[in-house]
């Protein structure tokens, strides 16, 4: 039961680049998620998505870009990055909208934007 | 708009027993949740309150009081592997996203 996988764990770039973060759920949950970390903020919502090309804002989805063609992929692109974007990146999947399910988080990516 | 307040960070001994906070503001509710996060590790699902009272898990039990918009994480007989931070996050009006609070996080001492 692969679950869910993020990839690459571990991405360096420089400002200006595109980099695209990948997700990749086995158990064809509904619902994908992805969120940054940063300390003091806690996770904070990007984009989500509640089926194959249907995708949303979260709070803070200035500055990427998702796409979401097929259930098991949700890959995370960011068009032209920003030192600012330096983060930690989790990916998460959940069953279905429903209040009770939970998110199930992959590993994470470990951006850095020099 | 929602918004969560829980504690920077706290230290407990080994064998005792912890409680960690989370208040909130919200205008719709549709479920509170509990997550571990270790160091450089993924959050993973503990706990799920909608109703008001007690869930227990094992060492872990979760309150929820939708009327005063609190909850509380409860560990007990802690033990080191414990040492983690600990993320309230409510699902508000909109069934299918969570907004975390800050974490909680818990040092585990001798």
């Not at chain 1, 571990?10 to 300390?39: A, N, P």
């Not at chain 2, 929602?2 to 001994?13: G, V």
Request: net charge neutral; aromatic share 12%.
């Amino acid at each position: 039961d692969a679950g869910i996988t993020q990839s690459p764990r571990y991405k360096i770039t420089e400002t200006g680049r595109q980099v695209t973060l990948m997700c990749h759920q086995t158990w064809s949950h509904s619902y994908m998620f992805w969120y940054r970390q940063d300390l003091g903020h806690g996770l904070r919502l990007i984009y989500y998505s509640a089926a194959a090309d249907i995708t949303d804002k979260g709070e803070v989805p200035d500055g990427y870009v998702v796409s979401r063609s097929k259930t098991e992929n949700f890959p995370l692109t960011l068009e032209s990055a920003t030192r600012s974007q330096t983060s930690v990146y989790f990916c998460a999947s959940s069953e279905t909208g429903y209040s009770n399910q939970p998110q199930h988080f992959g590993d994470g990516t470990r951006l850095s934007i020099l | 708009g929602q918004n969560i307040d829980q504690p920077t960070e706290m230290t407990a001994t080994e064998g005792a027993i912890v409680q960690i906070n989370c208040t909130y503001q919200t205008s719709g509710f549709n479920g509170l949740f509990w997550y571990q996060q270790h160091a450089g590790e993924a959050p993973t699902f503990l706990s799920y309150n909608v109703l008001d009272g007690l869930e227990e898990k094992g060492r872990f039990s979760s309150f929820l009081s939708r009327s005063k918009g609190y909850s509380y994480l409860l560990l007990k007989e802690l033990q080191m592997k414990d040492s983690a931070s600990y993320l309230c996050a409510l699902r508000g009006g909109t069934a299918s996203k969570l907004t975390f609070g800050t974490g909680t996080r818990l040092q585990v001492t001798l």
